[in-house]
């Protein structure tokens, strides 16, 4: 008997060790944790496996789905077990969801080793407002009449008593302009620029909070503050108050008691508004702030709001109202200041050391009345004075008016400004770093990649980049932070997209921003020049800018798997094919105005052509061809054979029309420029025996400039991928390392701690580019990332099993680099690659995540004498289909990690 129990134990606990070498991690829907407020009637699982195994693969999972009433768990989706690898974005098949409920899930896998996992923790979404109607809550303005110069932010309040013992409580709240709300004096959430910015008159976001905490049984008050934001006031050029000149609030507070009984609370009549401390404010001018004016205790039940204000109900539509999905703009990193000096002007400044996007934070004591000035800038001029001239007319300063009391705390509330330096005028005292603290604001996206060399430069430049995306990734993807324009530039984000990707997660993001690209597209297929459109009507249709509706779906796919975004965007996408199809001329794209390469190198006083200007139609033509070739792309994918044959068919006969007007017999382009070259050899707008002349004629070219790169916003993403694309790597390494101007390093080398709008904004003499369009911070030239990613460290995924399902590992040797390493965080978990090379020995470390496959390039001499883990290749029983090509080893292997050895070639 004794030895049966013991045969029984121990036989157990091999099964508990069994079941333990494989787990579900990190369960995420509609790509978030345990998200608040969707309206998707299906929204989508994600998962990762978690072993320490070599080459496991899911085989099979299963879903359960449940809500609970009462205290009672209710079934509404159980899978069953379903035989599929599929662990990203698997849909929802349950019953039909009911609005403000909470749904609780959880999977379980069984791997290609038939080993079934425990359950994943408990994950969550809760809907939000499934249908125009379940808004019981009225829109409300403050009433009478507002100053339309100053503007002051509004306050809203109301109070109700919560009778019983509460068990949950949930805010749905949006408004015209930017709002910030608060329950029982505790501020609501930790979201800032909320609702963010849409279009706002077809797409007004909500959003959605879990306010259990802050309520209490007995008499309760909420108050609500608004500010004008992007709704109203300047934005752009052209006009003020696009979206309206009147501030409205909407808010529903729905309490659940412990008996199951429902409260709702919503605004209506019945609330009151009133004037406080902010006086002004503007996205791009500021805020003043007088503390004097602070109604103190308005956030409090037993506050007395005698005096102020019943409010307007107003008619405004509810069926543009969405939920929210992507993620919203938080406060991240705190910066305290390196350094606080007098300028030679005699000027009080403090520099934080880093370019960022957000606002200081201030904490001071004085007298009442005393006005405090902070002013921000990017860059110091010359003489080492504080810069502006750069911020056109946009003001960036914020005014804070004592009222005299104990230490006081300010920050802007409804702006944000792009800064390094704030000029600092009227404190009180010696300004000290304990005084201020910079904060950064942006869209709360998760970091993904990581990207180290042995080039301390080139480590800056990926610093540069990230922080250049961050600073303009807030809630769109805007040009620059600082001056009268912070505005979602179509051109910029299609550069910049597949950069983006690897250092943070932006599929969300890049998701709500199209769907108010295709709501702001024109009737006839144009898409405007910024999203959301704030420009005259005739700004739409460039080349390279609005192809970003082709470009940007495609391109997520490619990074996240996710065929969803392609579904949604393919009208749109094949609307814009059409109009160029339509503006054609024996099918040449040669009917409108573009912006062609820009920013491209021109050297001042410009005597024997060295400006590098490229054809603007060649360029048209190239985009045209790109367009049409990602509509083939996203036919195949979606399964719409009848779109992929004909757009086939166009695209041959756009090609056609390019070799006629643009390409000479001996395979010279019309325009000799750098850009010419990579656009035509990078679309494959040449025939295949012409392209290895024109790869030499880009390295000519390249070679003719003393090694430096001459293209623009257009041809810059590309340049580098050609290059290695035809054997020219080591070219590409040189343009990636040039210190000097035009270069990447050159701004680095120049202090810059972000990426410029110009190769050259500042010039070797400490001078400006002019000031009229000069940004310090504006990422698009940042797109070199996706090759320091993709080629440099090898990281990249194939077109037929996208999102990294099955990955390919190719690193570059070269530039003189002895260690590169880079990391991405993918749905199915890290994929890592990290080369180091000593002499001719190359170490290869690389990580693999379960549920994939990769195919590894170890770009060696042989296979002779490689090693994996210290072992011969042939000894290694986890390495499929090894092969030797012209530059590397190539090997399949399943997940894991892996460590080769062996020589350069």
Known sequence: MKKLLSLSIALAGIVAVSFSQISVVNPLCENRTDPIGLDNTAPRFSWQLSSPQRNILQVAYEIVVETVSSGKKSIVFNSGKVNAEQSVHVPYKGKPLESGKRYYWKVRVW?????????????????????????????????????????????????????????????SISSHGLYEAFINGKRVGDDFLTPG???????????????????????????????????????????????????????????????????????????????????????????????????????????DATGWNSVQVVDLPKNTLVATYNETVKKHESLKPVKIFTTPKGELVADFGQNLTGFVELKVKGKAGDSIKLYHAEVLDKAGNF????????????????????????????????????????????????????????????????????????????????????????????????????????????????????????DNFFAKWLKDVMADQHADGKIPHVIPDVLNKNEAG??????????????????????????????????????????????????????????FYRPFDDNDGRSAVTDKNLIAQCFYAYSVQLMINSAKVLGKPDDEQAYTALLKKIKEAFLKEFVTPNGRLVSSTQTAYVLALHFDMLPEDLRAQAAKRLVDNISDYGTHLTTGFLGTPYLCHVLSRFGYTDWAYKLLLQESYPSWLYPVKMGATTIWERWNGIRTDGSFEPASMNSFNHYAYGAIGDWMYRVAAGIDTYNDAPGYKHIRIAPHIGGGLTDVSASLQTYYGKVSSHWTVNGKQLVLEIEVPPNTTATVYVPVMSAEGLTESDKPLSLVKDLKNMKSEKDAVVVEVGAGKYLFKGNLR
């Open 111 to 171: 791997d290609n080793l038939n080993r079934r996992s425990n359950w994943s923790e408990t994950a969550f979404w809760q809907t939000g407002m499934l249908q125009a109607s379940d808004w019981q809550a009225k829109w409300i303005s403050a009433s009478g009449t507002e100053d339309e110069v100053m503007r002051p932010s509004p306050l809203f309040r109301n109070t109700f008593a919560a009778a019983k013992k509460i068990s949950s409580a949930t805010l």
């Open 197 to 303: 910015w849409t279009s706002f008159n077809k797409r007004l976001q909500y959003q959605v909070y879990d306010v259990t905490g802050l309520l209490q049984t007995g008499n309760n008050a909420i108050g609500v503050h608004l500010g004008s934001g992007w709704y109203r006031g300047q934005i752009a050029w052209h006009s003020k108050n696009l979206y309206g000149s009147k501030l409205a609030l909407l808010a529903q507070l729905t309490i659940t008691f412990a008996d199951g009984t429902v409260q709702t609370v919503i605004t209506d009549e019945n609330w009151r508004s009133s004037l406080g401390a902010i006086q002004y404010s503007e996205i791009y001018h500021g805020e003043i702030n007088d503390s004097r004016k602070e109604k103190n205790g308005w956030l409090l039940a037993g506050y």
């Open 387 to 506: 810069y502006t001239e750069n911020l056109r007319v946009a003001k960036q300063e914020n005014i804070y008016i004592l009222k005299g009391t104990d230490e006081e705390s300010f920050h802007p509330h409804f702006t944000f400004q792009g800064f390094r330096y704030i000029r600092v005028e009227g404190f009180p005292g010696e300004l000290k770093p304990e005084n201020i603290t910079a904060v950064a604001l942006y869209s709360d996206m998760p970091a993904t990649g990581q990207f180290t060399s042995s080039h301390a430069l080139l480590n800056q430049l990926q610093h540069n980049i990230q922080w250049g995306q961050i600073g303009n990734f807030l809630d769109v993807p805007t040009d620059c932070p600082q001056r009268d324009e912070r505005l979602g530039w179509t051109g910029d984000a299609q550069v910049f997209a597949r950069t983006a990707s690897f250092n943070r997660k932006v």
């Open 542 to 599: 460039a080349t390279g800018w609005a192809d970003a509706i082709t470009i940007i779906p495609w391109t997520m796919y490619i990074a996240y798997g996710d065929t969803t975004m392609l579904t949604q965007q393919y009208a749109s996408m094949k609307l814009w094919v059409q109009y160029m199809q339509q503006n054609t001329t024996n099918d040449l794209r040669n009917k409108a105005n573009h912006y062609g390469d820009w920013l």
